[in-house]
């Protein structure tokens, strides 16, 4: 199963991954994580990653796509992977399968988690944290007993600045406009499979194994 997870920020791509490598033993590969390793590790491609970085630039396409084609070479990606947050447009897209066909492991499925806007507006700004034990809260969806104080230390909830509707709104016009096109790429490739991110994440996510036709 070499699988591509797409899913505006708040659907809940990130714990249907979890359950998924759980099931089926394969790793989660997400670029950010691949990309502090090299420069922790200071490979050749990490020090070049580096270099952009310093600078406060975007790491280039083609250092970011040679980081994934040296963790999919790998020997615990022989039985499948799961790309997360990678790619993120066609352009992007285009050129990791180019990299995957030469390596003989290509895409198979690109599984979209799909939710309607205003759910995601809800679950990303009703988010509340407390900032004694980092429990988190969520306005709409599942509220502490008495409001703006966590159920479990007492501590005062708080809103972080990312969880604010003007930043929210932003990140998803900016998923809108780059990422919601590869739907498209990988309908016309005929591997794209969807599913509605609503209800109980076990429900949601034999949803998921039954998209990828898994039992």
Do not use: H, W
Request: hydrophobic share 35%.
């Amino acid at each position: 199963m070499r699988l591509v997870l797409l899913g505006a920020p708040g659907a809940g791509k990130g714990t249907q991954a979890k359950k998924l490598i759980e099931k089926y033993s394969i790793p989660q590969i997400s670029t950010g994580d691949i990309l502090r390793k090299a420069v922790a590790d200071g490979t050749p491609l990490g020090k070049e990653a580096k270099s952009y970085m310093d600078k406060g630039e975007l790491v280039p396409d083609s250092v970011v796509i040679g980081l994934v084609k040296e963790r999919i070479a790998q020997d615990d990606c022989k039985k499948g992977y799961i790309l997360d947050g990678f790619p993120r447009n066609t352009a992007q897209a285009e050129v990791l399968d180019k990299v995957l066909a030469e390596m003989g492991a290509p895409l198979d499925t690109a599984l979209s988690v799909d939710v309607d806007k205003d759910v995601l507006m809800k679950r990303l700004t009703g988010r509340r944290t407390c900032k004694s034990c980092q429990q988190m809260y969520n306005v709409y969806f599942s509220p502490p007993k008495k409001e703006g104080v966590c159920d479990k230390c007492g501590g005062e909830l708080f809103q972080r600045n990312d969880d604010k509707e003007e930043t929210i709104k932003k990140r998803l016009d900016v998923y809108d406009a780059q990422t919601a096109p590869l739907m498209g790429y990988y309908k016309k490739k005929g591997i794209l499979k969807s599913v509605m991110g609503l209800g109980d994440i076990n429900e949601i996510f034999s949803k998921v194994c039954a998209a990828l036709g898994k039992k």
